[in-house]
């Protein structure tokens, strides 16, 4: 309790200092986990004042900003609780084989039957479509998406600007990144669709006569786009990583494909951090030197280009990763079951509590400069690094 008042007022005397961000990583099913994050942060933490995803995590970061504060969390466990619904916990459950095996069956009845309030297969299959189509070159449809989106997230509340809301998708075509984000334009459904458009899945979506799928494809987390963005205030980056680089030598081919997908998603979210404090470290001496300069030189050409080099304010990244479990498969990102739903919900709620409470980060020095990130779940190795808290 005492933990939790000082965190409280800790929060309330930041927030006209500091802004609060989150960045939320694509990964289907598991993104459950984001939600319990979401609640343990809102329950002791001031609300985000920006919201930033891919895939899942665009779903997510959606039902935040499109509701007010009191039903966040609400309209976030009313969505996994609708695409959970077909397989309900059972009274009992083996945590061994028993377990995998209701994984797996979940896992292949999303594959057969789709998802409630999400997708579900195109009838006749894709193979069966005319060619050129949508409806050719994607096996299932998402309409119930875009109507689960439309019941759930006010768009016009996004649009008004009371939290940011960014997006990213790549263009089929130019095979580009591209961002939509509230603080530039009007954001709808179908900006939240495109980021989840994972093919061959899911069809592309089309958006002022270009069409996109996945973020995830190019980058499965929006953390470098966060990032890259000028600030007026020092932040702090809430980023909620799905998959996680770092895992044991696979023993047999499905650990193969599994761990094949973590490294495939898992963003290097340490490198984007460390590529960041190294750019501010360049921009900061660049800053020294140029006032050391006489006066003569101040209107060198190279000088007038070191001293456009952005010396932003400080950043500190609070990482959280959710970790798989020894019965999860390569099919954990879409096996839907209502059991797996409400672990990830509880680890995400357990791990956010775990960080906020934890001494390291209630008793953190606010630097002026510079890029920290801070890792304290402390059940996997991290890199070493002198800006790194673990």
């Given at each position: 309790m005492k933990a939790t008042r000082i965190l409280r007022h800790t929060a309330a005397a930041s927030t006209d200092s500091e802004e609060t961000i989150l960045v939320l990583?694509?990964?289907?099913?598991?993104?459950?986990?984001?939600?319990?994050?979401?609640?343990?942060?809102?329950?002791?933490?001031?609300?985000?004042?920006?919201?930033?995803?891919?895939?899942?995590?665009?779903?997510?970061?959606?039902?935040?900003?499109?509701?007010?504060?009191?039903?966040?969390?609400?309209?976030?466990?009313?969505?996994?609780?609708?695409?959970?619904?077909?397989?309900?916990?059972?009274?009992?459950?083996?945590?061994?084989?028993?377990?995998?095996?209701?994984?797996?069956?979940?896992?292949?009845q999303v594959m057969m039957f789709g998802v409630p309030g999400f997708f579900k297969p195109r009838f006749p299959p894709a193979p069966f479509q005319p060619v050129g189509s949508l409806e050719a070159i994607s096996y299932y449809d998402t309409t119930p998406l875009a109507e689960t989106l439309e019941r759930l997230i006010d768009f016009d509340r996004i649009n008004s600007g009371a939290m940011r809301l960014s997006v990213g998708a790549v263009n089929v075509r130019t095979g580009n990144f591209a961002y939509f984000d509230s603080a530039k334009q009007r954001i709808d459904a179908r900006h939240i669709m495109a980021s989840g458009a994972l093919p061959p899945g899911f069809a592309p979506v089309e958006i002022d006569g270009e069409h996109f799928w996945d973020g995830g494809l190019v980058s499965n987390t929006p953390l470098q786009y966060v990032l890259d963005q000028p600030g007026k205030r020092r932040r702090t980056v809430f980023?909620?990583?799905?998959?996680?680089?770092?895992?044991?030598?696979p023993t047999t081919l499905p650990e193969v494909t599994e761990r094949e997908k973590d490294i495939r998603f898992s963003s290097r979210t340490r490198l984007t951090t460390t590529n960041e404090l190294d750019r501010q470290v360049i921009a900061q001496a660049a800053q020294r030197l140029i006032a050391?300069?006489?006066?003569?030189?101040?209107?060198?050409?190279?000088?007038?280009?070191?001293?456009?080099?952005?010396?932003?304010?400080?950043?500190?990244?609070?990482?959280?990763?959710?970790?798989?479990?020894?019965?999860?498969?390569?099919?954990?990102?879409?096996?839907?079951?209502?059991?797996?739903?409400?672990?990830?919900?509880?680890?995400?709620?357990?791990?956010?509590?775990?960080?906020?409470?934890?001494?390291?980060?209630?008793?953190?020095?606010?630097?002026?400069?510079?890029?920290?990130?801070?890792?304290?779940?402390?059940?996997?190795?991290?890199?070493n690094h002198p800006e790194t808290v673990s």
């Open positions: 990583q694509g990964g289907g099913a598991l993104g459950a986990y984001q939600g319990g994050v979401f609640e343990a942060l809102s329950a002791v933490h001031h609300e985000p004042t920006w919201v930033a995803g891919i895939s899942i995590g665009a779903i997510n970061a959606a039902l935040i900003a499109g509701n007010p504060t009191a039903d966040r969390t609400a309209r976030l466990r009313e969505f996994w609780d609708l695409v959970s619904s077909t397989l309900p916990t059972p009274p009992i459950i083996n945590f061994g084989r028993a377990r995998e095996a209701l994984n797996e069956n979940s896992a292949s980023q909620v990583d799905l998959f996680a680089a770092v895992g044991a030598l050391k300069l006489p006066p003569e030189l101040r209107n060198d050409p190279d000088v007038l280009a070191l001293s456009r080099v952005r010396c932003e304010h400080a950043v500190d990244v609070v990482h959280l990763i959710y970790r798989s479990k020894h019965y999860e498969s390569q099919s954990k990102d879409y096996e839907f079951s209502r059991l797996s739903m409400q672990e990830h919900w509880d680890a995400g709620r357990a791990d956010m509590a775990h960080t906020l409470h934890d001494h390291r980060w209630l008793q953190r020095e606010r630097h002026p400069h510079g890029v920290r990130v801070f890792d304290l779940t402390g059940d996997s190795p991290h890199i």
